[in-house]
């Protein structure tokens, strides 16, 4: 069994930044996909980013250029640096895992419980 622990949400101003962060623990695994979706009041979960084991990486139209995803394999934890946040970016996010359990050889889909950013005056 996998396990994520969120960290780095909060209250910004526009134009700032904050930083999440997400480390995965527990049983033995292998990780390929680690990401972040977002899901605001009253929307659908959307992906935001995410980057393969090889560091591959995708990013949501809206985020580009302002958001940076990245990853340290070793830590098996997962970073989102965002920048230049605007209230639209207001929502809860959410750390997503996808690997492979190394003991029963079942595919992992393991999610956060959510971190609350809010971008407001």
């Known amino acids: 069994q996998v396990q994520l622990v969120e960290s780095g949400g909060g209250l910004v101003q526009p134009g700032g930044s904050l930083r999440l962060s997400c480390a995965a623990s527990g049983s033995t695994f292998s990780i390929n996909t680690m990401g972040w979706h977002r899901q605001a009041p009253g929307k659908e979960r959307q992906l935001v980013a995410d980057?393969?084991?090889?560091?591959?990486?995708n990013y949501a139209d809206s985020v580009k250029a302002r958001f940076t995803i990245s990853r340290d394999n070793a830590k098996n934890t997962v970073y989102l640096q965002m920048n230049s946040l605007k209230p639209e970016d207001t929502a809860v996010y959410y750390c997503n895992v996808r690997g492979k359990s190394l003991t029963t050889y079942l595919e992992l889909d393991v999610w956060g419980q959510g971190t609350l950013v809010t971008v407001s005056l």
């Open positions: 980057v393969t084991r090889g560091g591959r990486t």
